[in-house]
C-alpha cells in the first residue's frame, strides 16, 4: 500500500480520507517496484599502513609494504597497488590499470610510485639470492646425499672385503685341514703298509728259518743215517775179517 508525506499543515480529517482513497484504489492498481542488485562499493584501502597489514579490494588481497609505502597483491608475482591504481611488471616493461581485468597501458619509469622499480629490484635480487641459497641447499643435499651413498658403498665393499676375507680364510682352514687330513691319512697308509711289509718280511724270516732248520734237520738226520750205515758197514767188516776163512768161503759160496 502506497505511503503519502504527511505535512503538519493537514488535518486528521483529510489524511484520513486520503489514506480510505488509497486503500480502495490499491485494490485496481498494481504496483511494479524494479529493484536491481545492489550496487557494491568499493573502498580504497589506506594509503599508510602498518607493515604487513591485509586489506581486501575487491576480488584480491592487497599485503602493504613499507618499504616503498605501497601495496602488493597477494597471490600475483610483480603486481602492485598505489593510489587506485595497479601496476605490474610484465615482459621487461611496467603497466598500469585501474583494474586487475584491465585494461593495461604501458607507462615508462618516470610514471610508477616511489621506489617501486627500485623495490622491485630489490625483489628480484633478494629472489636470485634465495635461489642461489636454494640451489646451494639443494647442491649441499645432493653433495649429502653422495656422501651417504659412497659412505653407504664403501660400508657395502668393506662388508664384501670382510666376507671375501672371512671366506678366504674358511676356505684356506678347511684346505689346510683336508691337507692335515690327507696327510695323516697318508701316514697311517705308509704306517699300515710298513707295518705290513714287516709282518711279511717277518713271516718270510720265519718261513726261511723254518724251512733252514727243517734243511738242517734233514741233514742232520742224512748224517746220521750216514754214519749208522758206515758204523754198521764197518762192523760187519770186523766180523767177516774176525770169522775163519771156510765160513768166510761157504758165506761167500751162499
Known amino acids: 500500500m502506497p505511503k503519502f508525506p ?9 489524511l484520513a480520507g486520503a489514506l480510505l482513497a488509497g486503500f480502495f484504489l490499491s485494490g485496481c492498481v498494481t504496483h ?14 589506506p594509503a599508510s599502513a602498518a ?23 597477494r597471490g600475483y608475482d610483480n603486481y602492485y597497488f598505489y ?38 629490484l630489490h625483489q628480484e635480487q633478494l629472489a636470485a639470492a634465495r635461489r642461489e641459497h ?19 658403498h664403501d ?6 672385503d670382510e666376507r671375501h676375507e672371512a671366506i678366504a680364510e674358511h676356505r684356506d682352514e678347511r684346505h689346510e685341514a683336508v691337507a692335515e687330513h690327507r696327510d695323516e691319512r697318508h701316514e697311517a697308509v705308509a704306517e699300515h703298509r710298513d707295518e705290513r711289509h714287516e709282518a711279511i718280511a717277518e713271516r718270510h724270516d720265519e ?15 742224512a748224517r746220521a743215517r750216514y754214519q749208522r750205515r758206515k758204523a754198521k758197514a764197518e762192523d760187519e767188516d770186523e766180523q767177516a775179517a774176525a770169522q775163519p ?3 768166510s768161503s761157504e758165506r761167500d759160496g751162499e
Open 83 to 120: 593510489r587506485e591504481r595497479f601496476y605490474r611488471w610484465r615482459g621487461g616493461r611496467w603497466e598500469r590499470a585501474r583494474s586487475m581485468r584491465g585494461p593495461w597501458a604501458w607507462i615508462g619509469q618516470s610514471a610508477l610510485p616511489p621506489s617501486l622499480h627500485r623495490h622491485r
Open 32 to 45: 511494479h517496484y524494479h529493484q536491481g542488485p545492489p550496487t557494491r562499493v568499493v573502498y580504497a584501502p
Open 207 to 221: 718261513r726261511n728259518e723254518a724251512i733252514a732248520e727243517r734243511h738242517d734237520e734233514r741233514r742232520e738226520q
Open 6 to 14: 504527511v505535512s503538519r499543515m493537514q488535518s486528521p480529517g483529510v
Open 155 to 160: 660400508a657395502i665393499r668393506e662388508h664384501r
Open 245 to 247: 776163512d771156510g765160513e
Open 134 to 152: 636454494k640451489r646451494e641447499a639443494i647442491h649441499e643435499r645432493h653433495e649429502d646425499r653422495r656422501e651417504a651413498v659412497e659412505d653407504r
Open 51 to 73: 607493515h604487513g597489514s591485509v586489506h581486501r579490494h575487491g576480488d584480491v588481497v592487497l599485503v602493504f609494504d613499507q618499504g616503498w609505502q605501497g601495496y602488493a597483491v
